[in-house]
């Protein structure tokens, strides 16, 4: 298999989603290799710093943070860890991204065990995550797609912030859970039907990970005038083809099944190359315990009332970086935002916030200075000797 060349599709991350393929992701997956317990042990999702949810995985005996995501068709190895653990290369890929082609390789993980399940001969691919990784000041050496997804469920207590796997076919809820179906599950993308603030019906991708809430086509929320009459800045995203400037908006309004979510930031994406115009991430879901069983073409929903009356988080900076082990380069800063107005421009280096210099503890890893309630002072010391003070204040 040396010389094959297969054809995937990889999305954005930081501001959209992990990774999503088009390709066959079941091949290689020995689906008769499962065994286990019915249910796996809770696991501490850290939402308060980590932008994806995590479970343990081992692959091939060594434990590992395996990110969980639903938009990717097949699972995903950091490429310097597929050589340390010396996988077997198995061919090359080309990605397909919300905006442009990505190269990448494929290897073969011998074993894949999980609580509650093992997979053996799983062929993965393989991309260099270094941006990605600098931008959430985070490690993402394995990423479970859809080709584990399938075999398993996963159950998200997000109000508990606890995450556990489950044995799909033994998956069951009391009726206090609402059950949506799920479209495409046997396909590249599974898909929810949504409206959109009373009047936009279409269905959009469960994309577990993705850390914003919803990003959509820019020519679909174009076409159907979703960005008239309303507040529109923009944000910087980094995938695994590089930075990428979007817009963003609040969005009023969306309905999925009988729940009503409200002031939901979205991020609008040129050149969109997804089957669907709407991609929903895991923050959607932050007021539910949810559980997604591609198995069963299933998504089970229970609210948490207190949960749900609280509003979505949402950067009130302005600022776009990269995050070093000394300072943060300024990639983006949106227009008409505190930083904007504070003067702060593409290409500065933050070396100090809130009158303490920058380093690998300093602001801790994970943290949005930026999602700090608005009127929060901000002061920035740049490396250029400059100061700047300003407020926190939404605007977009």
């Not at 290369?89 to 399940?117: C, I, K, N, Q, W």
């Not at 690998?360 to 949005?368: I, K, L, N, T, V």
Request: aromatic residues 8%; contains cysteine.
């Amino acid at each position: 298999m040396r010389n094959l060349q297969r054809r995937e599709a990889l999305a954005a991350i930081g501001g959209a989603a992990l990774f999503a393929g088009r390709a066959s992701a079941t091949a290689g997956l020995r689906r008769d290799s499962i065994a286990g317990p019915d249910q796996g042990e809770w696991h501490p999702l850290n939402l308060g710093s980590a932008r994806y949810l995590s479970l343990p995985a081992r692959l091939n005996d060594k434990p590992f943070n395996a990110v969980i995501d639903s938009g990717a068709t097949r699972s995903v190895i950091r490429d310097d860890l597929a050589l340390d653990l010396q996988l077997p290369f198995e061919g090359s890929t080309l990605a397909t991204t919300f905006t442009g082609p990505v190269s990448g390789s494929l290897y073969r993980v011998d074993h894949l065990a999980l609580d509650v399940a093992s997979f053996h001969h799983v062929s993965v691919a393989s991309y260099d995550m270094s941006g990605i990784e600098r931008s959430v000041s985070s490690r993402i050496p394995f990423v479970i797609g859809q080709d584990v997804l399938r075999n398993v469920a996963v159950e998200m207590d997000f109000p508990g912030d606890r995450a556990r796997f489950l044995t799909a076919s033994t998956v069951g809820h009391p009726a206090s859970h609402r059950r949506l179906e799920v479209q495409g599950a046997d396909r590249a993308f599974p898909s929810l039907a949504i409206t959109l603030e009373g009047r936009l019906h279409d269905y959009a991708i469960i994309d577990l990970g993705s850390a914003l809430p919803m990003s959509i086509s820019r020519e679909w929320a174009a076409d159907l005038g979703l960005l008239r009459d309303r507040r529109v800045s923009t944000t910087m995203t980094v995938g695994a083809e590089g930075q990428a400037v979007s817009q963003i908006f609040t969005l009023r309004n969306a309905r999925i099944g009988p729940f009503t979510l409200a002031e939901i930031p979205v991020c609008v994406v040129e050149n969109w190359q997804m089957e669907r115009p709407i991609n929903i991430g895991w923050p959607l879901f932050a007021a539910f315990d949810a559980t997604l069983n591609l198995g069963a073409d299933s998504l089970w929903l229970r609210p948490d009332p207190v949960a749900l009356a609280k509003p979505f988080p949402k950067d009130r900076s302005g600022i776009g970086g990269v995050r070093y082990t000394d300072h943060i380069r300024v990639g983006h800063v949106a227009p008409d935002s505190p930083a904007w107005h504070a003067g702060l421009r593409a290409g500065d280096d933050i070396v100090a916030l809130d009158g303490r210099a920058i380093d690998q503890a300093w602001p801790a890893p994970g943290e949005r200075q930026g999602y700090r309630p608005a009127g929060t002072p901000v002061q920035l010391g740049l490396a250029d000797g400059r100061h700047m003070d300003f407020q926190l204040a939404d605007y977009f």
